[in-house]
């Protein structure tokens, strides 16, 4: 591993226009559960039931009760952990430019990055189902199921619900930044669910190099990625600092 650590910390140094790609894998030592998966929240729940648009416009208040109101108290608590505190630093140094993210826990903001495309939205904001008016999850009153709007509309998250489209604005804009970038991250995701998998295809394509963070191999390893660093995404992103640090 340290042979390639080095060397993502030296192609790192030597690229100019990062972007990267980051899923559950990444927010998991943040206390984040993963929705899809072993341990997910959709071994709990069906998400047709509670997260298709179809049950939030039905029964809103099932939803929240549900699933919203358990998200929030996890949301409310999370804090960025070393990777997302990783990508911010390669941010400040200019190195990184755009985080494309399958997650909707608004860590990546936490942590300082200023470009963040969340492909399925965020819980870290509600806005109201009328007027569109926004509010910030954590100090939304959940007193009162379904919370409302000034305007007594009712609050919903601000995240692409099953049957819902993903915002086109973010496909455009990750595209772009795939085709854009030198080099890759692929951080704590597999990248098997899209529109995040063609990401790491439209850069390699572009002629970047992808360079992948992940517990355990994925369908992008040895197809698509220059190489794969196994392990937890903060472990390895810190240690990747370091070794830029060093050079
Ligand atoms: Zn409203």
Partial sequence: MDDLIRRAAEDLAAAKRVTALTGAGISSESGIPPFRGKGGLWERFDPMEIAHIDALTRDPAK???VLVKEMKEIVDRAKPNNAHKGLAKLEKQNKLKTIITQNIDGLHQVAGNTD???FHGSFAWQRCMVCDKKYETRK???SEIPPRCECSGILRPDAVFFGEMIPTDAMRRSR????????MLVVGTSAVVQPAAMMPVIAKNAGAKIVEINPERTPLTNEIS???IMGKAGEVMNRIIEAMEKI
């Fill in 140 to 142: 939304v009153d959940v």
């Fill in 226 to 228: 220059d190489y794969l």
């Fill in 176 to 183: 772009q930044a795939a085709t854009d970038c030198d080099l």
């Fill in 63 to 65: 939803v929240w009760r």
């Fill in 116 to 118: 963040v495309i969340e």
